[in-house]
């Protein structure tokens, strides 16, 4: 485990906010020098404590407007079957998150899609055409409140 000090974890919270900061931006942001951030950062790297750095995109800018949430269950938990089942979510473009996870089921997906039609197009894939999936619960998302810890839309005001 890398050690981390109070610099450290500012620059991570300062670049997770804002992937885009230079390294001026941040030593202004952080009081050290811009080669003292930007060793910093490149140590953060490298330990992979920064995994990368993208753009968060809306969903209808790529046309994936349709967000469902999938619990999975598998068949048994053979080395094969669990085996089979990552290569799938590795392989399945649509599937932008995977969480293995406790209680009913063994794993949760995130999928985002362009409609309703392509949603059930993956369901069927997911339960015929994968022998370790004994079971799938889905749900659709109907409105995006808060993502990555950033609120998508405002509040709704219940006062009248």
Request: with cysteine.
């Amino acid at each position: 485990m890398t050690h981390i000090d109070d610099f450290d974890l500012k620059i991570l919270t300062l670049l997770e906010a804002n992937g885009r900061l230079t390294n001026q931006e941040l030593s202004d942001l952080v009081g050290l020098s811009a080669s003292q951030c930007s060793r910093r950062r490149i140590n953060l790297e490298q330990a992979n404590l920064i995994l990368g750095y993208h753009a968060r995109l809306a969903p209808d800018a790529v046309g994936l407007s349709m967000i469902g949430l999938i619990e999975v269950r598998l068949i048994n938990h053979t080395t094969e079957y669990v085996t089979s089942f990552h290569r799938m979510v590795e392989e399945e473009s649509a599937i932008v998150d995977a969480w293995k996870t406790t209680g009913d089921a063994d794993y949760l997906l995130k999928v985002a899609v362009a409609d309703l039609a392509s949603l059930s197009a993956l369901i069927s894939q997911l339960v015929a055409g994968h022998r370790s999936v004994a079971h799938i619960k889905t749900a659709v998302v109907l409105d995006r409140l808060k993502e990555n810890g950033v609120m998508m839309s405002p509040p709704v005001n219940t006062r009248q």
